[in-house]
Nanobody, 128 residues
């Protein structure tokens, strides 16, 4: 059974850092595009970053560019989101998602389509 499990969320002060992990089971992560999304209270879910299945090309939302870094450890079947210089506006539940039914591609997108498997989310709170 294909499953994604996020971890690493928590409470951090503005300017601090967190590293989120997305561990996969039931499938091999590096064959699929993986995206990180977030949803703040009262707001729609938005794409933060993604990594493509071929070549591991990475993409970022403008709001996190230069602060967040997505990476993949194939040996651990895990994707990470390193978040630095965190701001209160980054407070949200963060989800990872896999485009498990999509073919291999050198690109990925920050829209919810074509991600078809989602983790349960991890809370990130940035507050002093």
């Amino acid at each position: 059974q294909l499953q994604l499990v996020e971890s690493g969320g928590g409470l951090v002060q503005p300017g601090g850092s967190l590293r989120l992990s997305c561990a996969a089971s039931g499938f091999t992560l590096d064959y699929h595009a993986i995206g990180w999304f977030r949803q703040a209270p009262g707001k729609s879910r938005e794409g933060v970053s993604c990594i493509s299945s071929s070549y591991g090309n990475t993409y970022y939302a403008d709001s996190v560019k230069g602060r967040f870094t997505i990476s993949r450890d194939n040996a651990k079947n895990t994707v990470y989101l390193q978040m630095n210089s965190l701001e209160p506006e980054d407070t949200a539940v963060y989800y990872c998602a896999a485009a498990a039914k999509s073919p291999l591609s050198t690109v990925c997108v920050l829209s919810r389509i074509p991600y078809d498997h989602w983790g349960q989310g991890t809370q990130v709170t940035v507050s002093s």
